[in-house]
């Protein structure tokens, strides 16, 4: 839930209040509960149906108390309670584990919102810790397990991890898509009416833009890592689905990499209309104090108190150097002119 | 049809009107057919000879339809009515799957725009999905096929699918001709006579050869994988022209890095240009004004009204201090020239 | 001990007190020694406990005499000897060999600093050698050897080594974090109120986070290579805790790169910024004077001496005269105003 | 013949004249024939002696006509026929096919010159297509083909085929060595006296070494397959050869790195040199103005028309108001100084 | 012998001297010889002590016959005598040849310098070929020779050769701990004085770096080559001392690394020092210039010669108009200093 900062985070302060989702299913029937005692999951674990457990809310006690009747490794555990943690992927002992983050995006601030979630495969069973309960991405998964048509119900739990991970990804397309939306918006603002701000956007949006590129790169070697890993939990005919989620996640940060290229050379021409604004005022100003000198020298010159100084009783004296000081100018503007010089 | 924009589309609406045409050929006959109703095209199916069925217009239904009937998997349907998407192969049971975008030339805009393609080779068949009716770059391949003594209608579906692939990969080149000769305009333009505008027509371009470059890599990286593939749907001797289709993408990359290296000089020489010109206008301005300054001194020291200043009654005095206003600067000038300052 | 400096250096000087404290255990028993003739630590070579002999300073003569006796490869003493030595792991004649750093921070400077480790690891023995006896980060590790109950007792010499390289890794982060903040508090000082100093600064930073990733990237490689190195020192059961260190200096390396990302930034930005105030300064002075030059050149017309001046005697002309000068300067400025020039 | 451009050239022209040459030989004696008609060249194909045709001027017709006699594939005669190439190796059918670049240094516009060349490795036969019947770099094989007692007379067509690629890689040596020239001279231009021209000719050189390195670094893939292929027509006593040839166009590859980096830091140090000029200027100016603006003051202030101003009637009043006017700017000049303002 | 310059070097004289010295040895015996003519060192050939001839100065002649005598294959004598080779190893028919630069720093010219060697190791042999006579690195081998109970004395011609490599890459320490000085010199330079030599001397140490990288790469491959080669001249034991040459020789590419990295944020902060310090000058001269305007206003004011003038021949009204003089500027000043602007 934390938006992307640069410092490192210290240790995760454990939640206090904790909520426990199951979903119990086959392709027959489906149960949902809520759960108020952490014990009370343990009995789905040894029944022939595919169970999800889903954990809002990250505290060690749950976790080691959860993660020890399903046997998950002590390491694993740890990162499952662990912040900031870069997206991987992990086979200890029977155990397929992911770790990621979704992605939010905040429209108020613009920015990108991350939420570490672990998703534990084992034996016909789904863990997932997640640190907010609030929102997560999986509606449309809660929605598919209630059809009971759906091929979600059909097939097994390594197809219903499958089908998480499709999802986060597919919201990175999401998150990325309002990125876009800001970056073209922005575009359009460098070359029309850019002030001083402007730059502060461009960096605020490479920021966040580098959030997104930590979570992408991970989580294409994290589903390259499942599809190499052979491991028994996964049924051959899933990997099909996992390799598409790949080429999703291949063309994020192929998209990642295009999105950064368009704010590079936006920051390039932004710069230069900064410097040719400012060109452009301080040429101006330079050519009109350079154009009054001369007439600054003219009035100079009959100012002094000389006895002689010709033309000075004369009746058209005083026209002849206000003209002077009128045409010597017009003479300069038109030389500077043809040189191009504005 | 889409041109290069920096937003990740939404879904795809479905196209209302579709046309199928069908080419239904070997080395005797050929057959070409305006279909009306899908079904229509099923029955080439089991027929021993080549079928290519184009599709212009994509539409959910009719892609599925044709889908479940030729045995293409959920997943590449799904690729099929995708937009954006990444170029890419796929092989999944028994169908060879190309995804990848014809590119157009827009002169107009001096635009890229790109036409996706998915190209499905199964037995004795190719399904092309086009999105955009209007246009596609196949007609040298209907032509070649209408000629009896054609390579093409020697030989299998495979060859037809490298004819497209090829032809496919030849408009790039002439896609980048067009880009090579805009470039070569823009060079000229930023050595005699820039303006405002360059920077915005460099940066356009920049983006076109993005998008040209976001296409080339995976399309590489696609005829490198069917060239690996070990297809049984490919015959060996098709192998070959594979690999020339193959030198002719790793051409067309190369030069396109060679275009983003000449832009990228371009750039700098357009920036340091401009600079140049200003720096020039400044310096001209600071010496003029800075000339000018010891007349308006003189002039001030002969306007200041004390009693006693000497040459004040002289009969030359004026005439001496409108030479010293009139040496002064000269003096200065030479000593300018001499450093080189000018 | 030495701060990050751009120079190789020299030999090192042999140092004249060195300490040597001993770990003796197994799952029951725990014996600290404090070591005074290097002789001493021989006798706990044949025992079958687990042996930790850590040695805090390097003197040539004492790494001969224990790498002698422990069957240390001459090369190897050598490399404990070393200075600024890139971490590197070696596997000679059943030892497995660890140089790296320890690094600290030092808050009064802002610095990175660094301490050599060597650890060798035999059968039943680890041995490390450090540079600076006042300080390391091996404080959690004695406090876990005298737990009676705790995994590093029940365990074997390959994981002490392990506990080793996490601690130190874990280090690292400590680092970061520090680094972090200080990046956080420099990026505010840009944003708001950066001065001279904040290039230096900036660039401060950008040095201390060379020597990190200097130390970052060989590291991951010489964990790596205990991971594929299937050296019989090491138990099976140990891998994971090698691959969860290697997951962590992974993590350490992306959020140093994320680092150096934010630093390029921060300088453009600064850059960016000192040359906007600049502008503003200039363009402000420029205006300025610009402004003023009409009415000196009015002052100039009417200063002059000519008999005949219209409205020179009329009563009303000063006041046209100063109201001319007031008038066209303010015509001036909103003229500037609507070109949108500040 | 085509100097680097940045189009992509359209279709190649057939030549009107083509000029065939032969040289057959075996270590014993050697013939050289002029041939008038194609055909003339085939009776040469199955004596057992070596035979080099060479063919200047590239005409469909004859490619053809050559190609089949010779069993080229129609791909390889495709290749033979186009224009722009990237370098590559193929082996098609019994043939060891290698299309290169020679290069030329043209003096006058210190551009780097291509030749596209083909050179076909069949049994006991190599057969060279080239654009340009004027010049290319074989003149030294030559030479050696008429020495009885040289290798080339001993050794097979492999042999052949090495001695030209050597010598074709010898020759971008010398037009290395040329730049490496054109390099130097242009950085004591940079250093002592750079104009306007001088980034001209940085960016002309960049792009002359942006054409050299598009050449070498597919032909050392192409020498580097030639050494992997093994193919029967090359013996394995000739491998050492185009090993040989491989370390030096790496050499050569490595030597363009390094002139690419000069040239870098070379645009670097001229943008610097033309800033730092343009700032003394700049500076003096302002200085000089600064200056003189106190002397303007003063007369200003004496020149004012008030009754009462005191000094105005002392003897000494103007000589006072004068001694100011030079006093105050070398005060001012002095605290500048002292600053380290110029 | 050549410091590192951009031209590609023509091709080699023949040194007039040659000095050929041989130290032929085992365990229990030494003997050195200076050779006077070549053909003398051929009866250590086939005795079964250990022979090392090293050669200083290059001469066809000479390389030829020594050459040829110990079976050194024509393409490796090409290399021998070749000019700025790239360091390479070949294994030719029971040969093992390296061919890479011993470098010299020197002091006056702040430049590295540096000497072909072509060490050739063949059965009991090392035959070494150096440029120049007056020096070389391998003083320390001599006196391990010398020493009976060295390791060197004890074992075969690789462990020489190692020791030749060894001591070469030593070597490039020194120079680089010499470069690392002067980057430390130029860097207090940077930050406290820089003058207009600056940026060259930043650009010749660049330039010096590159020099040191064009080695360091390649004698890394040549080394790892080596380690990889599986030769039967090499025994297993020596294998462990070429990989602490290569740990050497990587730390040493890392060091270099991380120069380029430091010279490049030092290119940075002179030029951001330049500017900041122009930019403060050009501040003050336009603020100076700018608070003058106002007194030069007034001055015209009150000098104009209409004949109503209020306050002129008020008593007061001189020193109310100086006094605005001053006032005005201080005004702005303070509104200056407030802004920030100085
Ligand atoms: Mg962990
Ligand atoms: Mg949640
Ligand atoms: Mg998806
Ligand atoms: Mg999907
Ligand atoms: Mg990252
Ligand atoms: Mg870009
Ligand atoms: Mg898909
Ligand atoms: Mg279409
Ligand atoms: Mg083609
Ligand atoms: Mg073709
Ligand atoms: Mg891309
Ligand atoms: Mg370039
Ligand atoms: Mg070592
Ligand atoms: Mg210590
Ligand atoms: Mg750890
Ligand atoms: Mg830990
Ligand atoms: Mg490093
Ligand atoms: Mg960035
Ligand atoms: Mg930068
Ligand atoms: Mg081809
Ligand atoms: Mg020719
Ligand atoms: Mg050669
Ligand atoms: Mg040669
Ligand atoms: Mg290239
Ligand atoms: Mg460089
Ligand atoms: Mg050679
Ligand atoms: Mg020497
Ligand atoms: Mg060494
Ligand atoms: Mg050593
Ligand atoms: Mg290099
Ligand atoms: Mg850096």
Chains 1, 2, 3, 4, 5 share one sequence.
């Not at 099909?240 to 950064?260: C, G, M, P, T, W």
């Not at 400012?278 to 100012?303: D, H, R, S, W």
Request: net charge negative.
């Amino acid at each position: 839930m934390v938006k992307g900062s640069t410092a490192v985070s210290a240790v995760r302060k454990d939640a206090e209040k904790v909520f426990i989702t199951i979903y119990d299913y086959d392709a027959a029937t489906l149960e949902e509960h809520e759960v108020q005692v952490t014990e009370e999951c343990f009995r789905f674990k040894d029944n022939d149906r595919i169970t999800w457990i889903n954990v809002d809310g990250i505290n060690r006690n749950i976790v080691n108390k959860i993660g020890t009747y399903y046997g998950i490794h002590p390491l694993l555990m740890e990162d499952i309670a662990s912040m900031n943690q870069r997206p991987k992927m992990d086979e200890v002992e029977g155990i397929l584990y992911c770790l990621l983050n979704m992605l939010y995006f905040n429209p108020k601030e613009g920015a990108v919102e991350y939420e570490q979630i672990s998703i534990v495969l084992g034996k016909d069973t789904v863990i997932t810790f997640q640190e907010d309960a609030s929102r997560d991405v999986f509606d449309p998964i809660r929605e598919k397990l209630r059809m009971a048509n759906s091929r979600l119900r059909q097939r097994g739990a390594d197809y219903l991890c499958y089908s998480m991970l499709d999802i986060i990804v597919d919201n990175y397309f999401i998150v990325m898509e309002k990125l876009g939306e800001r970056i073209e918006l922005l575009e359009e603002e460098v070359i029309r009416c850019s002030d001083k701000l402007t730059l502060a956007k461009i960096t605020h949006l490479r920021k966040e833009l580098i959030v997104l590129k930590r979570n992408l790169v991970p989580v294409r070697d994290l589903i390259g890592s499942i599809m190499r890993s052979e491991n028994e939990l996964l049924e051959e005919g899933t990997l099909k689905y996992f390799k598409d989620v790949h080429d999703h996640i291949i063309q994020a940060h192929d998209l990642s990499e295009n999105y950064r290229d368009v704010m590079v050379s936006m920051q390039d021409l932004y710069i230069n209309n900064v410097n040719l604004r400012m060109n452009e005022v301080m040429k101006v100003m330079a050519i009109v104090t350079c154009l009054l000198a001369p007439a600054t020298v003219i009035g100079g010159i009959f100012g002094m108190n000389f006895d002689v100084i010709p033309t000075l009783h004369n009746q058209w004296g005083f026209y002849s150097a206000v003209a002077a000081m009128l045409v010597i100018p017009v003479i300069m503007l038109i030389m500077f002119k043809k040189r191009g010089w504005f």
